[in-house]
């Protein structure tokens, strides 16, 4: 019996021993395959990175008013953001190829899916940020617009314009990444027509008035309404 | 010769049939059909009047006019108004007329340049339909130095309305003062005229990537150049009356142009300090003082609408204490309302430091400038309301003086 014990036990040793001495290649390949990940994926960070600043990434970025974004959820600057996001992509990557090498059962499904999935994530990112940055351009466009114009409540249309811009990037986002696909085409048409509906209710209710004066305004020709038109600027 | 590839080969054509002349007069159009027929005229009798033996054309640069305008140009002879005159031309007076792709501010100025280089012009006039009452006297007052005398660009002076031009007078004419050095009332001129040598040199050295504004940036090169510079009093100054609405479009090519010129030309404006006086032919510059209706009560309340609903757009663009002072004086009851010089220089130097850096899209920062500058625009009527010409000479010059004392403080923006 007791030979029996230490025989199993010296057997399962054995096994172990051998498993081991299969896989341990496997983890130090893994391992190497992380390391060098690591340094080409620095590298990628900074050819990215001086391309970024090439093309003076982030002056555009300015223009578009992104990095004012960044700097309120105190991230670094653009260019920044965007090469460290290629540098853990392109490490996670490789570091997924190296467990894929391990050969777990299992894992090697959920690391193809991985990289299937990537392209998706690149262009959903994509289209968020610039979403964003559209966003934030065109609602502070119209803020100007309506206040040069005189229009009234001007913070109310430039959040309705900025609000539109960020539901429809949003549905797009999730489309692309194909999560919750038919849920977000219900509810992006449900917020949408809601919004609608309640733009033209507020807007038959609360801007008859409005609209009369204006159709007044524009009726009456000749009569010249007390203002600065006489003066110039120039 | 490097400037012709923009222009059409139809133009091209008419450039060639021209030959070389000693003077262009360039005429930007837009659908003038109104007064562009008198206009022509006018300029026809100027040229034959003070330049009977020079070779000279006229050329019209239309921005796609829906009313002839361009035919109109090109139609009138200088023997229409013979019958009416004693004037004879001793050469042939050229008029022709092309178009430009955008607006007249655009594109116009560029193919003035490109075609008196080609037709080597000695002497170029440029006028706008807009002024209405263009006299053939001008033609001579601002052609006469760069022909006769050597100089490279003639900026006009005029006889304005104490309230007319308040751009000009509350912030272009200072601040280019401050800055480059000079006193040039007009710094952002509809009339100049200048040297083939100076419009050569601008056409070859200058981004044309932008046109609006460029007749500015003309002029500010000229000066960062030292080329010689004169002034010639014109006279009264009427022009079509503009809009409330024009006042966006009338920033973007001044105050626009002029902070776009201010990082390439530090290095010359930083070395400036004080500012000179600059040649004038007749009057230095003359205020009118006849009634003008102006609501003052609704320039105070764009004030204080911009200042509340912009809060989020300055506070990118101001420094805190100049938001916070703008703040204050927009609560102030109409009574009480005053914008200072002092902040109002401040203002303008925060605003260009932004544009430098784009804080936020540039033409955003321009545009968040027309409510402050109708709360300055407010300031000055009350101030001025019932003061003398020689009273309201004296406030502008006072504001001069502020934008030169408070240089120090754009420069110690500009290098943070």
């Known amino acids: 019996m007791q030979e029996m014990i230490v025989s199993e036990l010296s057997q399962a040793m054995h096994d172990i021993a051998r498993d081991f001495a299969h896989f341990l290649p496997r983890l130090i390949v893994m391992l190497i395959i992380a390391l060098a990940g690591w340094a080409i994926a620095y590298v990628v960070k900074v050819v990215v990175r001086s391309i970024l600043r090439l093309v003076r990434f982030d002056k555009l970025s300015e223009n578009a008013g992104a990095s004012q974004l960044l700097n309120k959820a105190a991230l670094p600057s653009p260019t920044e953001v965007l090469s460290r996001f290629v540098f853990w992509v392109a490490w996670l990557g490789f570091i997924l190829l190296g467990v894929d090498v391990l050969g777990i059962f299992g894992l090697q499904e959920q690391v193809a899916r991985f990289f299937f999935f990537l392209p998706r994530l690149f262009v959903a990112l994509f289209i968020l940020f610039f979403g964003l940055l559209a966003a934030s351009f065109f609602s502070r466009a119209t803020l100007l617009a309506a206040v040069n114009g005189s229009v009234p409540s001007p913070r109310l249309l430039s959040m309705a314009v900025r609000t539109i811009i960020i539901v429809f990037v949003l549905s797009i986002v999730f489309e692309e990444l194909g999560l919750a696909q038919e849920t977000m085409l219900v509810a992006f048409g449900i917020a949408f027509g809601a919004l609608m509906l309640g733009l033209a209710i507020a807007f038959g209710m609360g801007g008859r008035d409005l609209a009369r004066t204006f159709l007044e305004k524009r009726m009456t020709q000749g009569k010249k309404v007390e203002s600065e038109d006489e003066l110039s600027p120039l | ?416």
Request: proline share 4%; glycine share 6%; charged share 20%.
């Open chain 2, 1 to 416: 010769m490097a400037e012709e590839s923009f222009l059409t080969d139809d133009f091209l054509r008419q450039l060639i049939n021209v030959g070389e002349v000693d003077i262009l007069v360039g005429l930007p159009t837009h659908n003038n059909a109104k007064t562009v027929g008198s206009i022509v005229q006018t300029i026809q009798s100027g040229l034959v009047g003070a330049f009977p033996r020079e070779r000279a054309v006229i050329l019209n640069v239309d921005a796609g006019s829906r009313d002839n305008t361009p035919e109109l140009v090109t139609s009138i002879s200088i023997d229409d108004m013979r019958p009416a005159s004693n004037l004879h031309a001793l050469r042939t007076l050229h008029s022709i007329s092309t178009q430009c792709e955008a607006s007249p501010a655009k594109g116009a100025f560029r193919t003035v340049l490109a075609a008196a280089e080609l037709l080597r012009a000695r002497a170029c006039v440029l006028l706008s339909p807009d002024s209405t009452n263009i006299q053939a006297e001008w033609i001579a007052t601002l052609l006469r130095p760069i022909y006769h005398d050597g100089i490279d660009l003639v900026t006009p002076t005029y006889c304005r309305h104490k309230f007319d031009g308040l751009l000009i007078t509350n912030l272009l004419y200072p601040m280019v003062r401050a800055l480059y050095g000079l006193k040039i009332r007009e710094a952002y001129a509809t009339e100049f005229s200048f040297s083939g040598r100076l419009g050569s040199q601008f056409l070859s050295q200058n981004s044309w990537d932008d046109g609006a504004g460029a007749e500015l940036r003309f002029i500010l090169a000229a000066i960062t150049a030292k080329f010689r510079i004169c002034q010639s009093y014109l006279g009264e100054k009427i022009h079509v009356e503009r809009r409330a609405s024009d006042l966006v479009p009338a920033l973007r090519e001044t105050v626009g142009s002029l902070f776009t010129a201010l990082d390439p030309d530090l290095p010359f404006w930083s070395a400036v300090t004080g500012s000179q006086p600059v040649t004038t032919i007749g009057s230095e510059h003359e205020v009118c003082l006849g009634p003008l209706r102006i609501n003052r009560k609704r320039l105070r309340e764009m004030f204080a609408t911009g200042v509340n609903e912009l809060e989020s757009v300055f506070e990118s663009i101001l420094s805190p204490a100049t938001l916070a002072e703008l703040q204050r004086i927009a609560g102030m009851e109409e009574e009480d309302f005053a914008y200072p010089a002092e902040l109002w220089v401040k203002t303008v130097y925060e605003f260009a430091a932004s544009y430098r850096k784009s804080v936020i899209n540039r033409d955003h920062i321009i545009q968040a400038m027309a409510p402050l500058f109708r709360g300055r625009a407010c300031t000055f009527l009350t101030e001025n309301r019932n003061s003398s010409a020689d009273e309201v000479e004296s406030n502008v010059e006072s504001l001069c003086v502020d934008f030169e004392r408070l240089k120090p403080y754009l420069q110690q923006l500009w290098n943070v």
